[in-house]
């Protein structure tokens, strides 16, 4: 259950571009990101929503993930992998144990939905890999 009284909207802020400045010079994560996020503007206040939606109960984010991210050519579960551990060091790193605690959980489950979703998209004959999220 989303608890705004353990993370402020300027942490939340600050989670979602440290993690985006990491995942932009990440040699794997970095060249999608830049290929596909046309307005980072945009995509800083999206991702900001979201995230003030999952860990504080707000409403202000409005959009479908799912669909954005099986359209994208190519990912693999590695590349999941490699986003989810760049999440965590940053959520690690901010030093709000609560804030690192739930937004990993979060992200650790997202993660997981979507790259089964992009498996059940883009390989319907293949049975779906979890991913490896330690």
Sequence with gaps: MPDPSLYTEEEIANLVHTFYAKARKDPG????FEAHVIDWDAHFVQMINFWSAQLRGTSR???APMPKHIALPDLNAALFERWLQLFKETTKELGNPDLQQQANAIA???AGRLWQ?????N????QPVALHTA
């Design 117 to 121: 979703g992009y498996q059940m998209s």
């Design 108 to 110: 650790t489950f997202i």
């Design 29 to 32: 994560l970095g060249p999608i």
């Design 123 to 126: 390989y319907p004959d293949k």
């Design 61 to 63: 984010f409005r959009g």
